[in-house]
């Protein structure tokens, strides 16, 4: 009997590994130079602190959760985001108390999950690396985050890629805005799909982000939130947009975009992948505002701003654009050992080699030298080491260049004393 990994899943093997860790580092180190701070919040939450922050009437809540009765019959789900349990963790550790840094800036990386149709870049248990800033209702903060999302991806090496913005205001302008689409979408109520029939009842806004054809040629013709939005949302807008400008951002306004979750208020924005063949999974980041969520899980009133990406889009991306990413499994040292008197000294020089803070090699299969040498080889290894029985008794090893095929005869205890000296001296 053997068995498949879940559907929607994927194991990341070595060789995709070290893509990952190289994205994840790079995020690390970019965050941390905006200051911010990682936070590990628990793989599964409450179901309630998804639905309430996310939306009873979204996708992700009501088709897409992993939820179930645990043995306490308590309602839990696996995380589908990582917004909302941050805030949970925010208002239940009191982050917003005086002896925090405000605005708090924290990021995060892990696994989400979400019951979807998988395709190219679509999966059930996918990965985001996200932010979220709380207390700050500065339009600087929204615009300092979005210019790190897309300093992210270019120093990812990824090229073909543009930022869209919208804003979807403040209460005000959602409540009016809510009925011009009502009206709206009356009219045609008989052409639209059953979900956005549905959604005309519960949450019209929704019918902005349906896939259907049918209903994308009417949110084609909808009415623009940009035409209903209050003075102060109004006002937040235009100065994110002057800021854009002024640091010589390029952005598309487009005044239908909405976004999958509820939470959202004021700017809202995604990346978008140029390039073809994403499809329909070229959003590579989005977030935004959402300046009511804080108070809606039980904390003071407060701000919020962030973003989230989807990690197996960027390596689709990546791999698209062919992208070459840093090699992080290289090999500085290969000991090749010939005869089995050999192998307890192959055993000392490989280690000292790694007490030295190098990579380092060796066969543990008894192969013959040849086999060893093309070993050395397809692991890429800088420096070649070869001892035989003849150099074991002479105290010495062999040492290739492979690069240069630069070759030398070293005595072993050159290697124990000092093999920074050795590698500097070979490469
Ligand atoms: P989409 O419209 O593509 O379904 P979304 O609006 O549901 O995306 P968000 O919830 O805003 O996406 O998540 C932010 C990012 O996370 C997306 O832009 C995407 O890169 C990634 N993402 C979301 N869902 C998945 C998934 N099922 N598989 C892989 N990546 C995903
Ligand atoms: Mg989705």
Redesign the pocket.
């Known amino acids: 009997m053997s068995y498949q990994r879940p559907k929607g899943t994927n194991d990341i093997l070595p060789g995709e590994s070290e893509k990952w860790q190289f994205i994840e580092e790079t995020a690390r180190t970019l965050f941390s130079r905006y200051q911010y701070q990682e936070i590990r919040t628990p793989l599964f939450e409450h179901y309630e602190v998804i639905s309430r922050s996310v939306g009873d009437t979204t996708d992700i809540v009501s088709k897409e959760m992993y939820d179930f009765y645990d043995k306490g019959n308590r309602h839990i789900t696996l995380r589908p985001?990582g917004t909302a349990p941050i805030v949970r963790s925010y208002v239940e550790h009191k982050l917003f108390g005086p002896e925090h840094t405000n605005p708090y800036k924290v990021f995060y990386i892990g696994p989400m999950f979400?019951y979807?149709r998988p395709q190219k870049?679509?999966?059930r248990q996918?990965h985001?690396i996200g932010v979220e800033a709380f207390g700050s209702n500065n339009p600087a903060t929204d615009v300092e985050t979005m210019i790190m999302a897309l300093e992210f991806f270019k120093q990812l090496g990824i090229k073909q890629f543009h930022l869209v913005i919208n804003t979807l205001g403040d209460q005000k302008t959602r409540k009016n805005y809510r009925q011009a689409l009502v009206d709206y979408f009356f009219a045609y109520e008989s052409q639209l799909s059953e979900d956005s029939k549905r959604r005309l009842q519960e949450n019209p806004l929704r019918i902005l982000d349906s896939k259907d054809k049918a209903d994308q040629k009417l949110v084609a013709d909808a009415p623009s939130i940009l035409d209903y939005l209050s003075p102060e949302a109004f006002q937040h807008f235009t100065q994110v947009t002057t800021m854009l400008d002024a640091l010589e951002i390029s952005y598309e306004i487009e005044p239908t975009m909405v976004?999958?979750?509820d939470y959202y208020t004021h700017t809202i924005f995604e990346i978008m992948s140029d390039n073809p063949q994403l499809g329909a999974?070229s959003?590579?980041?989005?977030g935004g505002r959402y300046d009511q969520l804080v108070e809606e899980l039980g904390g003071p009133d407060t701000p919020g701003f962030g973003f989230?990406?989807?990690i197996?889009?960027l390596l689709l991306v990546l791999e698209n654009e062919a992208v070459e990413l840093p090699d992080l499994h290289s090999l500085d040292a290969y000991v090749v050992n010939i005869g089995a008197n050999t192998n307890v000294e192959a055993l000392k020089v490989t280690q000292a080699i790694r007490d030295a803070g190098f990579s380092a090699d060796r066969d543990v299969m008894g192969r013959k030298a040849k086999a060893q040498f093309k070993s050395a080889d397809k692991k890429g290894a800088r420096l070649v080491f070869t001892l035989g029985e003849d150099e074991l008794e002479a105290g010495m090893i062999n040492v290739k260049a492979m690069a240069s095929g630069k070759e030398k005869r070293v005595p072993l205890e050159a290697i124990y004393s000092d093999f920074a000296q050795i590698f500097e001296e070979m490469s």
Do not use: I, P, S, V
């Open positions: 985001e979400r979807e870049g679509r999966l996918f985001q976004r999958g979750l999974q959003t590579l980041c989005a989230a990406m989807g197996e889009r």
